[in-house]
């Protein structure tokens, strides 16, 4: 069974800095593109970053460039989210998702992240 | 990117027929090949019920299906039931291996 688990979420003060985990199991971790998909609270899905499968290629929306990190280590089936300078606005409930040719097939349950003083 | 476009809500009586649609432009929706549909329910993680714009994953009741018509992508649940009651997004792949969502729908069973 394909499984993803998110930890690492918590509360961060503005400016500060939070590092989000996926473990992964139940598929070639290694050969798939992973994603990283946030949720305001109240809000829509929005595509934060994906990462392909020996991670040489990462992909980043506009609004976190240069702030978010996404890598992964396939020897621990895990995938991670460094995110620093946080604002407000990045608070949300962060979903890590396998992108398998395109689609995202396979979510976890998310992990919240808050950003406040 | 800006996002997709979706009703804010639609409703239908059971055993009836909805459509969601989902309007993005040229540069995601009406050019991809890549355009799936999830269903949220409160408090959860989005589960896909479409993708490749008409595919089913294994598991997923025949009675939702997906089209695609120019910029405009439509997810239509026939024989509406209970369950069917929560939150659906659209999603497009937007070239340069990222993604644009819907603002999604509210799907009340009467």
């Known amino acids: 069974e394909v499984q993803m688990v998110e930890s690492g979420g918590g509360l961060a003060q503005p400016g500060g800095s939070l590092r989000l985990s996926c473990a992964a199991s139940?598929?070639?971790?290694?050969?798939?593109?992973m994603t990283w998909v946030r949720q305001a609270p109240g809000e829509g899905l929005e595509w934060v970053a994906n990462?392909?499968?020996?991670?040489?290629?990462?992909y980043y929306v506009d609004s976190v460039k240069g702030r978010f990190t996404i890598s992964r280590d396939n020897a621990k089936n895990s995938l991670y989210l460094q995110m620093n300078s946080l604002r407000a606005e990045d608070t949300a409930v962060y979903y890590c998702?396998?992108?398998?040719?395109?689609?995202?097939?396979?979510w976890g349950r998310g992990t919240l992240v808050t950003v406040s003083s | 990117q800006s996002a997709l476009t979706q009703p804010r809500s639609v409703s239908g009586s059971p055993g009836q027929s909805v459509t969601i649609s989902c309007t993005g432009t040229s540069s995601d929706v009406g050019g991809s090949k890549y355009v799936s549909w999830f269903r949220q329910h409160p408090g959860k993680a989005p589960e896909l019920i479409i993708y490749d714009v008409t595919q089913r994953p294994s598991g997923v009741p025949g009675r939702f299906s997906g089209s695609k018509s120019g910029n405009t992508a439509s997810l239509t649940i026939s024989g509406l039931q209970a369950e069917d009651e929560s939150d659906y997004y659209c999603?497009?792949?937007?070239?340069?291996?990222?993604?644009?969502f819907g603002t999604g729908t509210k799907v009340t069973v009467l």
């Open positions: 990462i392909n499968g020996d991670g040489s290629e990462r």
């Open positions: 139940g598929f070639s971790f290694s050969t798939d593109f």
């Open positions: 999603c497009s792949y937007a070239g340069s291996h990222s993604y644009v």
């Open positions: 998702a396998r992108d398998y040719y395109f689609n995202l097939d396979h």
